[in-house]
């Protein structure tokens, strides 16, 4: 009798382990709108150093920031191998695409804007950039943000991340409509050891399909 309650014991826990387990514990991310600015060419240079192009000497006028990300599934799991699209206007509030040429902020020959990335193989991602400036745009101002495409295994996500703290958060006509807000806007850290002058956010990208 001892052993079958034993068992029972045992294979009820299991039962309530896998339960759990198959159980979402996480929100997806909000999805975003793509906007007007998604490169029409790739530059020949996407690599994830947003601050230097290949061939050139310089480096892109602004605050320089490290994003370290992660790309998981509803379950916490990791998405290796996932797809990222990412770009941004520069530290003066300015795309380098066609669509913004009436804009009056100067470009930066420096700054690259645009990176391809993929997900290592516990979905995490890393890039190096500049801070972006808020901007006009005709229906309000926008709050600083960098855009994401992220192709995963079953699923397209198109959003926006957002920085902490930016006075415009509160009044950004896109990102009110997140939902939930916190899942686009990412966490400051600590400054990398290896790159102090920079500073530094983490965010994680919940996908709701993998």
């Not at 916490?76 to 066609?98: E, F, K, M």
Request: charged share 20%.
């Amino acid at each position: 009798m001892l052993v079958t309650r034993r068992h029972f014991a045992i294979g009820a826990a299991a039962v309530a382990s896998a339960s759990a387990a198959k159980s979402p514990a996480l929100i997806a991310t909000s999805s975003q709108a793509l906007g007007p600015f998604y490169p029409i060419v790739r530059p020949a240079d996407h690599d994830a150093d947003l601050t230097r192009i290949k061939g050139r000497s310089g480096i892109a006028m602004g605050q320089p920031i490290n994003v370290i990300g992660r790309i998981v599934d509803l379950h916490g799991n990791p998405v290796r191998g996932a797809s990222l699209d990412i770009w941004q206007c520069n530290a003066a509030g300015r795309y380098a695409h066609p669509g913004d040429t009436a804009n009056p902020a100067a470009l930066d020959p420096n700054f690259q804007g645009f990176a391809r990335l993929a997900s290592d193989r516990d979905g995490r991602f890393k890039f190096r950039s500049v801070k972006p400036k808020d901007y006009d745009t005709p229906i309000g101002r926008r709050t600083p943000h960098i855009h994401f495409s992220i192709d995963g295994h079953s699923e397209r996500l198109v959003t926006q991340m957002y920085f902490p703290g930016e006075p415009l958060n509160d009044i950004d006509f896109l990102l009110k409509d997140a939902s939930p807000k916190e899942s686009v806007i990412a966490e400051a850290i600590d400054r990398l050891s290896g790159d102090p002058q920079a500073l530094a956010f983490r965010w994680t990208v919940v996908l709701g399909l993998g």
